[in-house]
Protein backbone atom coordinates (compact mmCIF):
# COMPACT_ATOMS: atom_id res chain seq x y z
CA UNK A 1 0.00 0.00 0.00
CA UNK A 2 1.16 3.38 -0.95
CA UNK A 3 2.06 5.84 1.58
CA UNK A 4 -0.20 8.37 0.94
CA UNK A 5 -3.10 5.27 1.68
CA UNK A 6 -1.39 4.54 5.00
CA UNK A 7 -0.84 8.01 6.23
CA UNK A 8 -4.58 9.30 4.39
CA UNK A 9 -6.86 9.12 7.05
CA UNK A 10 -10.47 9.32 7.12
CA UNK A 11 -11.52 13.36 6.77
CA UNK A 12 -14.09 13.36 9.52
CA UNK A 13 -13.01 11.48 12.59
CA UNK A 14 -15.14 8.59 13.81
CA UNK A 15 -16.98 10.62 16.73
CA UNK A 16 -18.09 13.36 14.30
CA UNK A 17 -19.51 10.36 12.01
CA UNK A 18 -21.35 8.99 14.93
CA UNK A 19 -22.57 11.95 16.16
CA UNK A 20 -23.70 12.27 12.77
CA UNK A 21 -25.62 8.86 12.53
CA UNK A 22 -27.44 10.17 15.80
CA UNK A 23 -28.68 12.77 14.43
CA UNK A 24 -29.90 10.82 11.75
CA UNK A 25 -31.77 8.07 13.90
CA UNK A 26 -33.85 11.00 16.14
CA UNK A 27 -34.55 12.92 12.57
CA UNK A 28 -35.97 9.87 11.34
CA UNK A 29 -38.12 9.95 14.40
CA UNK A 30 -39.72 13.39 13.22
CA UNK A 31 -41.01 12.17 10.20
CA UNK A 32 -44.84 10.97 10.49
CA UNK A 33 -45.77 7.54 10.44
CA UNK A 34 -46.23 4.69 13.02
CA UNK A 35 -43.74 5.98 15.42
CA UNK A 36 -45.37 5.02 18.88
CA UNK A 37 -42.88 1.59 18.76
CA UNK A 38 -39.99 4.19 19.08
CA UNK A 39 -41.72 5.73 22.20
CA UNK A 40 -40.62 5.51 25.75
CA UNK A 41 -41.80 6.41 29.41
CA UNK A 42 -39.39 9.21 31.12
CA UNK A 43 -39.09 6.32 33.84
CA UNK A 44 -37.26 4.58 30.83
CA UNK A 45 -33.50 4.04 30.56
CA UNK A 46 -31.68 6.48 28.92
CA UNK A 47 -31.02 3.85 26.33
CA UNK A 48 -34.32 3.30 25.64
CA UNK A 49 -35.57 7.00 25.55
CA UNK A 50 -32.69 7.49 22.65
CA UNK A 51 -33.95 5.02 20.90
CA UNK A 52 -32.87 1.63 21.77
CA UNK A 53 -30.80 -0.63 19.12
CA UNK A 54 -31.53 1.65 15.88
CA UNK A 55 -30.06 4.75 17.16
CA UNK A 56 -26.48 2.84 18.19
CA UNK A 57 -27.43 0.85 14.71
CA UNK A 58 -27.30 4.32 13.16
CA UNK A 59 -24.10 5.59 15.06
CA UNK A 60 -22.08 2.33 13.90
CA UNK A 61 -23.21 2.39 10.85
CA UNK A 62 -22.46 6.47 9.93
CA UNK A 63 -18.46 5.00 10.94
CA UNK A 64 -18.84 1.72 8.99
CA UNK A 65 -17.94 3.25 5.12
CA UNK A 66 -14.02 4.00 6.75
CA UNK A 67 -13.68 0.07 6.69
CA UNK A 68 -12.57 0.00 3.68
CA UNK A 69 -9.25 1.45 5.36
CA UNK A 70 -8.42 -2.77 5.92
CA UNK A 71 -9.25 -3.81 2.78
CA UNK A 72 -9.77 -1.44 -0.29
CA UNK A 73 -9.06 2.17 -1.25
CA UNK A 74 -10.20 4.26 0.80
CA UNK A 75 -13.34 6.43 -0.05
CA UNK A 76 -14.02 4.36 -3.21
CA UNK A 77 -16.97 1.82 -2.75
CA UNK A 78 -17.92 1.76 0.29
CA UNK A 79 -18.19 5.67 0.13
CA UNK A 80 -20.87 5.69 -2.53
CA UNK A 81 -24.57 5.53 -3.43
CA UNK A 82 -24.31 2.09 -4.41
CA UNK A 83 -23.53 1.29 -0.54
CA UNK A 84 -25.91 3.05 0.85
CA UNK A 85 -28.41 1.20 -1.28
CA UNK A 86 -27.32 -2.15 -0.25
CA UNK A 87 -27.32 -1.12 3.22
CA UNK A 88 -30.75 0.48 2.98
CA UNK A 89 -31.69 -3.01 1.29
CA UNK A 90 -30.02 -5.18 4.12
CA UNK A 91 -31.09 -3.40 7.04
CA UNK A 92 -35.04 -4.08 5.78
CA UNK A 93 -34.24 -7.51 5.28
CA UNK A 94 -33.06 -7.59 8.28
CA UNK A 95 -35.95 -5.08 10.19
CA UNK A 96 -38.71 -7.74 8.49
CA UNK A 97 -37.16 -10.49 10.73
CA UNK A 98 -37.85 -8.64 14.14
CA UNK A 99 -40.56 -6.13 13.03
CA UNK A 100 -41.75 -6.58 9.72
CA UNK A 101 -44.13 -3.69 10.20
CA UNK A 102 -40.92 -1.26 10.36
CA UNK A 103 -39.25 -2.72 8.01
CA UNK A 104 -39.22 -0.03 5.12
CA UNK A 105 -38.63 2.87 7.81
CA UNK A 106 -35.85 1.44 9.11
CA UNK A 107 -34.26 0.25 5.79
CA UNK A 108 -34.50 3.91 5.16
CA UNK A 109 -33.50 5.32 8.33
CA UNK A 110 -30.22 2.59 8.56
CA UNK A 111 -29.26 3.71 4.55
CA UNK A 112 -29.80 7.87 5.66
CA UNK A 113 -27.13 6.95 8.68
CA UNK A 114 -24.73 5.27 6.01
CA UNK A 115 -24.84 8.22 3.70
CA UNK A 116 -24.17 10.67 6.51
CA UNK A 117 -20.64 9.21 6.39
CA UNK A 118 -20.42 10.53 2.86
CA UNK A 119 -21.92 13.70 3.28
CA UNK A 120 -19.27 14.68 5.97
CA UNK A 121 -16.50 13.55 3.78
CA UNK A 122 -17.57 15.75 1.12
CA UNK A 123 -17.95 18.31 3.38
CA UNK A 124 -14.28 17.69 4.48
CA UNK A 125 -10.72 18.65 4.24
CA UNK A 126 -8.66 16.04 1.74
CA UNK A 127 -4.86 16.73 1.21
CA UNK A 128 -4.90 13.10 -0.38
CA UNK A 129 -4.47 12.38 -3.83
CA UNK A 130 -7.33 11.69 -5.55
CA UNK A 131 -9.46 14.38 -3.22
CA UNK A 132 -13.19 13.14 -2.23
CA UNK A 133 -14.84 9.96 -2.76
CA UNK A 134 -16.58 8.13 -5.26
CA UNK A 135 -20.02 9.21 -4.15
CA UNK A 136 -21.94 7.75 -7.44
CA UNK A 137 -20.49 4.53 -8.05
CA UNK A 138 -21.47 2.17 -9.98
CA UNK A 139 -23.05 4.67 -12.47
CA UNK A 140 -19.99 7.00 -12.37
CA UNK A 141 -16.20 6.23 -11.28
CA UNK A 142 -15.10 10.12 -10.67
CA UNK A 143 -13.90 11.40 -7.17
CA UNK A 144 -16.00 14.48 -5.69
CA UNK A 145 -15.44 16.98 -2.70
CA UNK A 146 -17.35 20.02 -1.62
CA UNK A 147 -14.34 22.15 -1.51
CA UNK A 148 -16.13 24.09 1.22
CA UNK A 149 -13.52 22.58 3.95
CA UNK A 150 -16.01 22.15 7.09
CA UNK A 151 -14.86 19.68 8.31
CA UNK A 152 -10.53 19.33 9.40
CA UNK A 153 -8.64 16.22 8.30
CA UNK A 154 -7.97 13.89 11.07
CA UNK A 155 -4.71 11.36 10.89
CA UNK A 156 -4.16 7.60 12.30
CA UNK A 157 -0.49 7.51 12.01
CA UNK A 158 1.32 7.98 15.56
CA UNK A 159 -2.13 8.70 17.28
CA UNK A 160 -0.08 9.54 21.02
CA UNK A 161 2.29 11.88 19.49
CA UNK A 162 1.25 15.55 20.85
CA UNK A 163 1.42 16.76 16.94
CA UNK A 164 -1.33 14.24 15.92
CA UNK A 165 -3.23 14.18 19.40
CA UNK A 166 -3.84 17.75 18.86
CA UNK A 167 -4.88 17.64 15.20
CA UNK A 168 -7.41 14.74 16.07
CA UNK A 169 -8.50 16.62 19.21
CA UNK A 170 -9.03 19.98 17.36
CA UNK A 171 -10.90 18.47 14.60
CA UNK A 172 -13.40 16.42 17.19
CA UNK A 173 -14.02 20.16 19.08
CA UNK A 174 -15.03 21.58 15.68
CA UNK A 175 -17.23 18.62 14.92
CA UNK A 176 -18.64 18.79 18.05
CA UNK A 177 -19.32 22.61 17.90
CA UNK A 178 -20.78 22.04 14.65
CA UNK A 179 -22.81 18.18 15.15
CA UNK A 180 -23.57 19.01 18.58
CA UNK A 181 -26.17 21.67 18.42
CA UNK A 182 -27.90 19.77 15.43
CA UNK A 183 -28.34 16.97 17.56
CA UNK A 184 -29.31 18.71 20.76
CA UNK A 185 -31.93 20.20 18.43
CA UNK A 186 -33.40 17.49 16.91
CA UNK A 187 -33.03 15.42 20.24
CA UNK A 188 -35.07 18.12 22.15
CA UNK A 189 -37.79 17.94 18.92
CA UNK A 190 -38.16 14.46 19.58
CA UNK A 191 -39.05 14.44 22.98
CA UNK A 192 -41.34 16.80 22.42
CA UNK A 193 -42.52 14.63 19.33
CA UNK A 194 -43.09 11.42 20.76
CA UNK A 195 -44.07 12.30 24.20
CA UNK A 196 -47.54 12.10 23.41
CA UNK A 197 -47.16 8.11 22.30
CA UNK A 198 -45.24 7.80 25.60
CA UNK A 199 -48.33 6.54 28.09
CA UNK A 200 -49.75 4.09 25.57
CA UNK A 201 -46.21 2.45 25.55
CA UNK A 202 -46.00 2.57 28.97
CA UNK A 203 -49.46 0.62 29.23
CA UNK A 204 -48.28 -1.95 26.90
CA UNK A 205 -44.87 -2.42 28.76
CA UNK A 206 -46.66 -2.79 31.99
CA UNK A 207 -50.73 -4.08 31.53
CA UNK A 208 -52.95 -4.00 34.28
CA UNK A 209 -53.00 -6.77 36.74
Not at 81 to 90: H, M, S, T
Request: hydrophobic residues 50%; aromatic residues 10%; proline residues 8%.
Amino acid sequence: MAESAIMGPPMPSPFGHSLAGLAVAWAADLVPGDRAWRAAPASASWYRRAGNGLSVACALLAMTPDLDLAFARHRSYTHSVGAVAVVGLLGAVAAYVLAPRHAVRIGITCAAAYASHLLLDWLGVDLYPPPGLQAFWPFDSGWYISGLDLFRQTRRNHLLTWPVFSQNLLAMAQELAILGPIALALWLVRVKALARFAPEKSRRDHPAQ
